[in-house]
């Protein structure tokens, strides 16, 4: 249990504000990181576990899936990936005695923050039906009662396996398998919430849905690199450096993005003299504010104006040869911004004509081109064709297959990616699921099954019997919180694999069951019968590379997510199920890792390549970048002519976007604080430019409920303060995942079903007003 009581929810009333930050780490984010490295761990712990993260032997951050760069340094860490570590290897406790003090009505009524900074659970928990508190299991009779459960359904898709990105390659490998043995296709991720919009768009464009790109291409070749609708700052620190080195090397960085974001000022080193000391490098060439949801309508612009270049001189802007030898539908596609008006474009993303020009003299000047992106640009409803039109202006110059070029989404969670290539998806290509079945000996299922939302739908028409999450914090993270949490009450067994208390252990209802089952993090010596196990990732570069948990575990109780999962497969199915051997898998990961090398491409000598002891590991196959071979219908890469959108706004409302703060990596809040945007003590903000609340009627500091209105009715976030802040007109934003209640689960992204959770309009209405 917690050492001494935890405030329940800070409300906007209690808030500080300050002007944003103009500069981004240094010396307080020095400080910060030991102080709650200190707070957590304790001094001599927390620096130990720091000088083992992302090192040679050492265990990787649980958080962001930033790649190591080939030389390290001591310190090989940063702030937020500081405060991952400490969280996770705090000496805070959640006991059995934590739960017969606290009924779950009561939990219920405390925020994300409380809930999780109590400490590790340690004891595997269950919650009857009708049972008011939570009490101890042992584990086999918690395997034993999942394993009963999903054997008495009527049909094994009435089961869902969820994971976040935070499994390793060997869990979610096993997780997937079990599934699938199962007879289910029901594997639900948060990618389906963040970048399933990029791997739909690069997949039909250019035949991977992943970025093509390493860290030696932005750092040591990029000429012109371009960060658009993310925050490194806050949620990829480590990602500074780099461009730190790019810039010193000479690159240009260009910002695109609604908020004027800390690291877009100066960066301040704090492994260098000069950050120390307050100097820091200006890492920014160019800042352009879009309009939330005008990156299609800017992107466009670019080619637009990239293509009257052209006309007026031609063969001096266009990469003939590459589009001529490597590409498809491009005269179709070229045609389409011969067509479009300026006005057009420049009023749906809120960028001047004189500015689009600017940063395409920067284009001109630059023999290599890469585009960074994050969640900024995959939860808009165009957002499959927004990525489609960054493809379209990297091909116009040839900036796919040659260094420092090309596309590269940014993934937000340390082994989201690698969950993917693993195999957890809906909907698998048969490729996959016939490598499985000549590996294992049985014929996986072949329809498609639940992605994200439409698990959401399938727990409100209660259709679910078993949900299962292995990590993350399904509610939280989703859209329409209301309609998930009661859907989840829908669920006749609810099983979480955790190592933190969260939201989503508490939406049983009052006929359903509820299982926590505590497990290792990646801080921790995982044991199993055949000696000391590590596990692999692939970070957001596609370096797969190996991490070794030397902390010993918070509880003799946890038990790794690979014995878990194959645990439960033993009692569904036998410690030998046929040519699966479930107890071979959980007592040495290197049978999981034989396994997957025979299922997977690009896994030849998975245990010696990824092996913690080897410097990087190893990079997978990128055809695009290492042999301009793409993957398409046509073998060839795919200019797309989209139609130009962009969100429309009723009158009297503001477009909504959700963004992190400082203080927080996903639904994960360390503090109350967000340091880089000034707002100190509170969450519950929305940050609404000066004009457009004068327009409304308000002023900074009015406390405020934010609303939304669809087509299944009218959802409202209370209690909001209102703070003046330097968004673009007509545009407002708010915290994830306090803001998630306003999003419907009917609005989503084409293409991708991702939830639509950056450009939702929203109304504010003063507390107390009619």
Not at 13 to 28: A, Y
Not at 307 to 320: L, N, Y
Not at 479 to 504: F, H, P, Q, W, Y
Request: contains cysteine; charged residues 25%; hydrophobic residues 35%.
């Amino acid at each position: 249990m917690a050492d001494k009581p935890i405030e329940r929810e800070h409300r906007g009333q209690d808030i500080e504000t300050k002007p944003p930050k103009k500069s981004s780490v240094g010396l307080p984010g020095i400080l910060e990181s030991v102080r709650y490295g200190e707070t957590e761990m304790g001094a001599k712990r927390s620096l130990r576990t720091f000088l083992k993260m992302n090192q040679v032997g050492g265990f990787d951050c649980p958080s962001c899936a930033w790649p190591d760069p080939a030389e390290r340094k001591t310190a090989e860490f940063c702030e937020n990936g500081a405060k991952a570590v400490a969280w996770e290897a705090t000496r805070k406790r959640v006991t059995p005695e934590f739960f017969a003090e606290h009924s779950v009505a009561d939990l219920r009524d405390r925020d994300h923050h409380w809930l999780e900074a109590n400490g590790r659970l340690t004891t595997p928990m269950y919650l009857a039906a009708g049972a008011t508190h939570y009490a101890p299991i042992a584990w086999e009779d918690a395997l034993g009662l999942i394993a009963d459960r999903l054997k008495a359904m009527p049909s094994s898709d009435r089961a869902v396996f969820y994971t976040s990105g935070r499994a390793s390659n060997e869990a979610a490998f096993v997780y997937q398998l079990l599934a699938r043995r199962l007879g289910t296709n029901n594997l639900p991720d948060c990618s389906n919430m963040c970048h399933e919009s990029s791997g739909a768009a690069l997949s039909a464009t250019i035949g991977v849905g992943k970025g093509c790109v390493s860290i030696e291409d932005l750092s040591d070749f990029a000429d012109l690199i371009v960060v658009a609708g993310q925050n490194p700052g806050t949620c990829h620190p480590r990602m500074l450096t780099t461009l730190e080195k790019a810039k010193k090397r000479g690159a240009k960085i260009v910002g695109i993005n609604p908020l004027p974001e800390a690291f877009m000022g100066k960066f301040r080193n704090p492994q260098s003299v000069r950050g120390l000391a307050g100097t820091g490098t200006d890492l920014s060439d160019m800042y352009l504010p879009v309009r939330v949801n005008g990156d299609m309508a800017l992107f466009a612009g670019f080619s637009k104006a990239l293509t009257e270049r052209e006309d007026a001189a031609p063969g001096t802007v266009f990469d003939h040869d590459f589009i001529d030898h490597y590409c498809d539908g491009f005269e179709e596609t070229v045609a389409g911004w011969r067509a479009l008006d300026w006005e057009d474009i420049t009023r749906m993303s809120g960028i001047s004509r004189a500015d689009i020009e600017r940063f395409v003299d920067l284009v001109v000047d630059a023999g290599s081109v890469t585009v960074c992106w994050a969640m900024g640009l995959t939860q808009h409803r165009n957002s499959v064709a927004t990525i489609k039109e960054i493809v379209n202006f990297l091909l116009l110059r040839g900036n796919i297959g040659k260094p420092g070029a090309g596309p590269s989404p940014i993934r937000g969670h340390s082994n989201v990616q690698g969950d993917r290539t693993m195999g957890i998806w809906e909907k698998m290509p048969a490729w996959f699921l016939d490598a499985i079945q000549a590996e294992f000996g049985f014929d996986p299922p072949r329809e498609e099954g639940y992605d994200t939302v439409k698990t959401i739908e399938a727990l409100r028409d209660g259709t679910v019997d078993v949900f299962v999450s292995l990590g993350g914090n399904f509610v939280a993270a989703t859209s329409d919180t209301a309609v998930c949490e009661a859907g989840m009450a829908n669920c006749k067994l609810v099983v979480n694999i955790a190592t933190k208390l969260n939201r989503s252990h508490l939406c049983a209802g009052p006929d359903s069951e509820s299982l926590i089952l505590p497990c290792l993090g990646r801080t921790e010596r995982d044991v199993q019968a055949g000696g000391d196990q590590f596990v692999t990732v692939e970070d957001s570069m596609s370096m797969v590379h190996g991490s070794w948990g030397r902390l010993l575990p918070s509880s003799p109780l946890l038990r790794s997510e690979v014995a878990i999962v194959t645990g439960l497969g033993e009692k569904l199915f036998g410690a030998q199920d046929g040519s699966v051997d479930w107890r071979a898998m959980r007592d040495d990961y290197g049978v999981i890792r034989k396994h997957i090398e025979h299922v997977v491409p690009g896994f030849h000598a998975y245990n010696e390549r990824a092996h913690p002891s080897q410097r990087r590991g190893f990079m997978l196959p990128r055809g695009p970048h290492d042999s301009r071979t793409f993957n398409t219908a046509t073998g060839k890469a795919r200019f797309t002519a989209n139609t130009l959108s962009c969100a429309e706004v009723p009158e009297g409302y503001l477009l909504l976007n959700t963004v992190r703060s400082q203080g927080q990596f996903n639904t994960t809040v360390y503090d109350y604080d967000d340091r880089y945007r000034g707002i100190k003590g509170g969450r519950h903000v929305v940050m609404v430019n000066e004009a457009d609340l004068a327009a409304n009627g308000l002023r900074d500091g009015d406390m405020v409920d934010v609303i939304s209105n669809s087509a299944s009715g009218e959802r409202r976030a209370k209690s909001f303060r209102a703070v003046a802040y330097p968004t673009p007109a007509g545009c407002c934003a708010a915290y994830f995942p306090e803001a998630n209640v306003l999003i419907p689960l009917e609005a989503t992204v084409d293409v991708s079903n991702t939830p639509m959770s950056k450009s939702v309009p929203v109304r504010l209405e003063r507390v107390g007003q009619p």
